[in-house]
């Protein structure tokens, strides 16, 4: 079955760091260039950055809201994506979806996981 | 800073046909801009609807069409029905600074 699960989500203060995966499962993961997506409570998706394939490098992109404090990776070997998030600010709250970004479009996505910084 | 438009809000009777568009602020979308609709109900994630400005991704039912109309990519909704009541959300790539840009959604009524 073809499948994202993102983990790692959770409460965290202003200023902190907080660091997500995605599991992949069920196609090729190292062919694919992976993005993460946030959606803060009652408002629309945002795309936040995206990885390419080690064929390209594994280059990153980043959305401005986030470029410098956020890096996204990954690991092949485990099929697996990170987001590391660092001197999250409250605006950050949101749930984080992963999602393959194959052609043109994302294609399969991870169910969210729930990220909440408060103090 | 360009920004994606969508119509915020849209209702369509049970049968009906619903347009929805994805525009820019500043120029007109073309197919070179990849565009690309998404489908999202309350609490779930989102599902891939149609890519490439018409090519259906699969297991997409044929009443959900993508075009470009005049400056602006469209999805139409043909013989809607009630489980189209969603929030749908469009994707420009607007270059390789930026390479996706979501639209601020369109919430779809069915009544």
């Known amino acids: 079955e073809v499948q994202l699960v993102e983990s790692g989500g959770g409460l965290v203060k202003p200023g902190g760091s907080l660091r997500l995966s995605c599991a992949a499962s069920?196609?090729?993961?190292?062919?694919?260039?992976m993005s993460w997506v946030r959606q803060a409570p009652g408002k629309g998706l945002e795309w936040v950055g995206r990885?390419?394939?080690?064929?390209?490098?594994?280059?990153?992109d980043y959305a401005a809201p986030v470029k410098d404090r956020f890096t996204i990776s990954r690991d092949d070997s485990r099929n697996t994506l990170y987001l590391q998030m660092n001197s999250l600010k409250t605006e950050d709250t949101a749930v984080y979806y992963c999602t393959t970004e194959r052609g043109s479009a994302f294609d399969i996505w991870g169910q969210g996981t729930m990220v909440t910084v408060s103090s | 800073q360009t920004v994606v438009t969508q119509e915020p809000s849209f209702s369509v009777s049970p049968g009906g046909t619903a347009t929805l568009t994805c525009g820019l602020t500043?120029?007109?979308?073309?197919?070179?801009?990849?565009p690309s609709w998404y489908q999202q109900t309350p609490g779930q994630a989102p599902r891939t609807l149609i890519y490439?400005?018409?090519t259906r991704s699969s297991g997409v039912p044929d009443r959900f069409s993508g075009s470009i109309l005049g400056n602006k990519a469209a999805l139409t909704i043909t013989g809607a029905q009630a489980d189209d009541e969603s929030d749908y959300y469009c994707?420009?790539?607007?270059?390789?600074?930026?390479?996706?840009?979501f639209g601020g959604g369109t919430k779809l009524t069915v009544l």
């Open positions: 500043s120029g007109s979308v073309s197919t070179s801009n990849y």
């Open positions: 490439n400005t018409n």
């Open positions: 069920g196609f090729t993961f190292s062919d694919v260039w």
């Open positions: 994707v420009l790539h607007l270059g390789s600074g930026t390479p996706r840009v």
């Open positions: 990885i390419k394939n080690k064929a390209n490098n594994e280059a990153t």
